[in-house]
């Protein structure tokens, strides 16, 4: 199931599944953004998640931030789990930079999206992919 961020006119696009997490690529070239969806029925916040899943999450998260910092090499790292558009538990991991549209803002509300063209989506997502293998140690 995608995410569908109706306030940013932008759906999500799926990359790969983690032990725990479906991850998608937001459809937006404007920043190196990913969101981590848990596979699990019901869950609106992390502190419903059990105890496993939590840390499992957590570990997810830090397998997303090594994605977008090896790859993209951000000034900094946005993380972070809004859901008041959505309210299914999911994690926004954004690579931010110094000269981006929104800095030092959120990105929500910032300037218009800017969707990949067909080939930079493949590419990328190709790419994420690729990258996920590495740092989970999985085949792409």
């Avoid at 999911?90 to 969707?115: E, K, L, N, Y």
Wanted: proline share 6%; glycine share 6%; charged share 20%.
């Amino acid at each position: 199931m995608l995410i569908v961020q109706e306030g940013l006119h932008s759906e999500p696009v799926p990359v790969t599944r983690l032990e725990l997490c479906k991850v998608q690529l937001m459809n937006d070239a404007s920043f190196p953004w990913i969101i981590l969806v848990p596979d699990l029925p019901n869950i609106q916040e992390i502190y419903q998640l059990e105890t496993a899943d939590r840390a499992l999450l957590m570990e997810e998260i830090a397998q997303a931030s090594r994605v977008i910092v090896n790859l993209y090499k951000p000034d900094k790292l946005n993380i972070g789990s809004m859901g008041n558009l959505v309210s299914n538990l999911h994690i926004h991991v954004i690579g931010r930079f110094h000269d981006d549209r929104a800095w030092p803002g959120p990105v929500w509300g910032h300037g218009p999206v800017h969707s990949y063209n067909k080939e930079d989506l493949r590419e990328t997502c190709k790419r994420l992919r690729q990258a996920f293998a590495t740092v989970t140690g999985t085949s792409a």
